[in-house]
């Protein structure tokens, strides 16, 4: 062939190893939310096969065993495509040094360098310098990807935490106004300010990690029952229940809640851009919200039975409560939606369910 089709091999096979090792640095080092379509396709690749398998489940305790697969496999195949790809372009390059190899013979060539096995050896200067930085390209991706997981893991056990602490707060499946009779029976609901001033933070680090990290929502609890979604949908939707219904706060209790529940929808609303989910970044306290007055009115009449000392207009507090909710209900119930998260009333519960009706209520075992 000639030289000018060895030439064009050799630059786009140079161009796909650049486009790999590009990709790479923004998924493991670069400290910014950013979209790497490379690594995007690799696992959504994933998603889309275990998301059908899930769903030919019956149980939702199942379903949530496939989908918890999500992660971790998908999390193993973006650098297996990243070494693939660097193995294509090698092997262009090889081939394009020396056309007598043939398409096989530039891949084992290629194969032999990235995995410093040595079964195949290159000839002359060009191709030895090709495959001292395939091997070296190779260790370095591998480097990279080992030095990334305990990132993930460590910032995955943080989040799992305070989700597991709710369980003790707000029941399972956890309820906002479970929480809130509980504090109240105990004695502690003027210790909720503690409690909102501890989510603030725990959002504003869920925000920074999801989406540098955006592989981590995809991790679910080692609880079939639980989830990071519902947990912070739990957590937002009692301090807008006691920041709406509930009577004698002070001013710096309420700014507390506030700040956190603007935590919250902050960090929900960029999770949920990150993976293309549409919410209205600025809607009216007025628009409407998944969760029904009659829905409303129920909690409002169980926490009054509690014996919680509520606010008497029921209707100020009803506006109050959407005047809250509307913020972080959009990119919430998204987020609920795409990852299949169990059961929770006010939450996962405004979304579909998986295919074939199958409920996210826990069933025996």
Not at 76 to 96: C, D, E, K
Not at 176 to 196: K, N, S
Not at 294 to 305: K, P
Not at 339 to 365: I, N
Request: hydrophobic share 50%.
């Amino acid at each position: 062939m000639s030289v000018t089709v060895g030439i064009v091999v050799f630059l786009a096979g140079f161009a796909v190893v650049v486009y790999v090792v590009q990709a790479a640095v923004r998924t493991v080092i670069l400290a910014r939310a950013a979209r790497v379509s490379l690594s995007a396709a690799a696992f959504g690749f994933v998603v889309v096969t275990f998301r059908w398998l899930a769903s030919h489940r019956k149980t939702y305790e199942r379903q949530d065993r496939v989908l918890a697969l999500i992660a971790p496999i998908g999390m193993l195949m973006i650098p297996l495509v990243w070494l693939a790809l660097v193995m294509a372009g090698f092997a262009s390059m090889f081939w394009a040094t020396d056309q007598r190899l043939g398409a096989a013979g530039a891949f084992q060539l290629s194969g032999s360098s990235i995995t410093t096995l040595g079964f195949a050896s290159p000839t002359g200067v060009g191709q030895e310098a090709l495959a001292f930085t395939e091997a070296l390209l190779g260790l370095l991706l591998l480097t990279l990807f080992i030095t990334y997981l305990p990132t993930v893991y460590s910032a995955f056990q943080r989040r799992e935490q305070r989700v597991a602490l709710l369980e003790v707060r707000a029941g399972t499946p956890p309820s906002a106004q479970e929480m809130l009779i509980r504090f109240h029976d105990i004695g502690w609901l003027d210790e909720l300010t503690a409690e909102w001033l501890d989510w603030e933070p725990w959002f504003m680090e869920l925000e920074e990690t999801h989406t540098n990290h955006a592989a981590l929502a995809w991790f679910r609890s080692t609880d079939p029952h639980r989830s990071w979604v519902t947990a912070s949908g739990t957590i937002l939707d009692a301090a807008a229940l006691w920041l709406s219904t509930c009577d004698g706060q002070h001013g710096a209790d309420r700014a507390a809640a506030g700040l956190m529940i603007r935590a919250g929808y902050t960090s929900l609303r960029q999770i949920a851009g990150t993976f293309g989910i549409a919410f209205d970044p600025a809607p009216a306290p007025g628009n409407p919200i998944a969760v029904q007055r009659t829905e409303f009115d129920t909690a409002y009449s169980a926490l009054e039975e509690a014996g919680i000392r509520l606010h008497v207009d029921k209707d100020q507090a009803w506006e109050d409560f959407s005047g809250w909710r509307v913020n972080y209900e959009a990119p919430l119930l998204g987020l609920a939606e795409m990852l299949r998260v169990p059961y929770a009333p006010w939450t996962s519960d405004r979304s579909a369910p998986l295919r074939h009706g199958s409920s996210r209520r826990p069933t025996a075992p």
